[in-house]
Structure formats: structure tokens, C-alpha cells
């Protein structure tokens, strides 16, 4: 199994401010026949399920902010909120897809200064 | 806008079967990969399996000898079967469909919470 890594576990931002989560994936999560990058991102609420942010590592789900951004190829993505909201407060996950079983991360969990 | 949900029994008897049908409205289970996914304090996220409309599956090895999915395309319907439960598998249990771009889940149903307990 691809094992998926977060950092940190959890982070306090001020309002206004960036926030960068980073995902490292245990093996390379390109697949060379069209050079993408199988690995989405997730924000999830409290009682809620998880909401899909991003995918390929950077194309972001329609509907979602554009303070949201996606980066990354390889083993090694981050995940920028670039200017935090109160809304954004969540737990967030990275995702392979690459092979199955679809890996998660142990998720990082954003917080208000 | 399309709707899942999850529905079946929320108690499980250890050495039972765990069974959970997922119902999608506002779009057709045709043409998509359809998943399910479980969550627990323990394990976090975990992929369980997905199935395509057509019915071919993939499932966590891990899970795999004990796991059914499958799909009726003329209710609109998919579900999981988990046979030989025991406490480790309480846990929330999400279906959920996976994006035309072929990564990612994209609509979620609310979550069941499946306990397994005597």
C-alpha cells in the first residue's frame, strides 16, 4: 500500500493569513502515460463527510475558493489556503489514487490563532 | 445535484454480516465509479472498494476475502456486504462517487454508523 504522510497534524493560523499543509506519498504517484499526478485533496467539517478541494494535484473541484491551491509531483504536494477564512476551520486529507487501495493521509487539522 | 445515501442497520452482531445499500438520486449510477469508504478514530479514512456501473470491482486486499460489492443500475443503487465483522470494523461508513475525471470522490453520502457489538 501507498502510504500517505501529512504535516503537521495540525496547525493555528490567523484570519487573513496562509495556511501550507504538505502530503508525502510513500512511492511516486505519477503515472507516466499522461504525467499526472493521481492525488486529490479534502476539507472536512465536523459531522460532515469530506469535501473534495482538489484533484490531479491541482485542478480545483468547481465551486471551491480560489484561496485554495494545489502544488506538487511525485512523492511530495502541498496544499495552500492563502488566506484563511473562519469557514476554513477543518480537518483537511491528501488522497492517492494511484493503486489501489486508495490511500489517505492521517489528515491535518487547521485551527484560528 | 446529485444525492447519496447510505441506509441499513446501525447494530451488527460480531461474526454477522454488515449489509449497507447506497441510493443515488439527481444522476444515474451509469457511467461512474461508485465507492465506499469507512472511517474510525483508529484506522482514519479507509478505502474499502469501488464498483463501476458496468460491475467490475476493486477492493482493499485487506478487506477483500470478506467484501462484496456490487451495483443495480435499474434502482439506482449500490451496496456493500461485509461478512465476519468484529468490533475493529465500527466505524462510519460513507458511499460515495468517484469523479468523471476518473480521481477522487466528488459526491458523498452523510455517513452511517455501523457498530458492532454483541
Known amino acids: 500500500d501507498i502510504v500517505m504522510t501529512q504535516s503537521p497534524d495540525s496547525l493555528a493560523v490567523s484570519l487573513g493569513e496562509r495556511a501550507t499543509i504538505t502530503c508525502k506519498s510513500s512511492q511516486s504517484v505519477v503515472y507516466s502515460a499522461n504525467n499526472m499526478n493521481y492525488l486529490a485533496w479534502y476539507q472536512q467539517k465536523p459531522g460532515q463527510p469530506p469535501n473534495l478541494l482538489i484533484y490531479w494535484a491541482s485542478t480545483r473541484e468547481s465551486g471551491v475558493p480560489d484561496r485554495f491551491s494545489g502544488s506538487g509531483s511525485g512523492t511530495d504536494f502541498t496544499l495552500t489556503i492563502s488566506s484563511l477564512q473562519a469557514e476554513d476551520v477543518a480537518i483537511y486529507y491528501c488522497q492517492q489514487y494511484y493503486s489501489v487501495p486508495w490511500t489517505f493521509g492521517q489528515g491535518t487539522k487547521v485551527e484560528i490563532k | 445535484q446529485v444525492q447519496l445515501q447510505e441506509s441499513g442497520p446501525g447494530l451488527v452482531k460480531p461474526s454477522d454480516t454488515l449489509s449497507l445499500t447506497c441510493t443515488v438520486s439527481?444522476?444515474?449510477?451509469?457511467?461512474?465509479?461508485w465507492g465506499w469508504i469507512r472511517q474510525s478514530p483508529e484506522r482514519g479514512l479507509e478505502f474499502i472498494g469501488h464498483?463501476?456501473?458496468?460491475?467490475?470491482?476493486n477492493y482493499n486486499p485487506s478487506l477483500k476475502s470478506r467484501i462484496t460489492i456490487s451495483v443495480d443500475t435499474s434502482t439506482n443503487q449500490f451496496s456493500l456486504k461485509l461478512n465476519s465483522v468484529t468490533a475493529a470494523d465500527t466505524a462510519v461508513y460513507y458511499c460515495?462517487?468517484?469523479?468523471?475525471?476518473?480521481?477522487?470522490?466528488?459526491?458523498w453520502g452523510q455517513g452511517a454508523l455501523v457498530t458492532v457489538s454483541s
Open positions: 439527481g444522476g444515474s449510477v451509469s457511467g461512474y465509479y
Open positions: 460515495a462517487r468517484v469523479t468523471a475525471a476518473g480521481g477522487g470522490f466528488d459526491f
Open positions: 464498483i463501476y456501473f458496468s460491475g467490475n470491482t
